[in-house]
Nanobody, 122 residues
Framework: QVQLQESGPGLVKPSQTPSLTCTVPGGSITTNYYYWTWIRQPPGKGLEWIGY???????YYSPSLKSRTSISRDTSKNQFTLQLSSVTPEDTAVYYC??????????????WGQGTQVTVSS
């Protein structure tokens, strides 16, 4: 397992583009074959997978969020960042970062951050 730490703006206004950062102290986000992922949980709902940036720097996003999502990384800081554009109150959620690896054709997540609350409100 590896430690992951999210940070984010907390409260944002509708239409803004918040950035959330996940720091991985003591690990490398370029290590084969991990997939550094963002997942969220709206209040009273289940987990929603947002997307990942792979060890190779390739990215993949949920089709439902793809048009508003960008995940990038800073290898010098061992961080990866989620930007979600044009947010609405429906984007209010606890946002988690996690490390994934493939088991067959499925991504499994053994390491998670503690989550950071993002609330979209005017």
């Amino acid at each position: 397992q590896v430690q992951l730490q999210e940070s984010g703006p907390g409260l944002v206004k509708p239409s803004q583009t918040p950035s959330l950062t996940c720091t991985v102290p003591g690990g490398s986000i370029t290590t084969n074959y991990y997939y550094w992922t963002w997942i969220r949980q709206p209040p009273g709902k289940g987990l929603e997978w947002i997307g990942y940036i792979a060890y190779s720097c390739s990215t993949y996003y949920s089709p439902s969020l793809k048009s508003r999502t960008s995940i990038s990384r800073d290898t010098s800081k061992n961080q990866f960042t989620l930007q979600l554009s044009s947010v609405t109150p429906e984007d209010t959620a606890v946002y988690y970062c996690a490390r994934g690896e493939y088991s067959g054709s499925y991504l499994s997540y053994g390491s998670w951050g503690q989550g950071t609350q993002v609330t979209v409100s005017s």
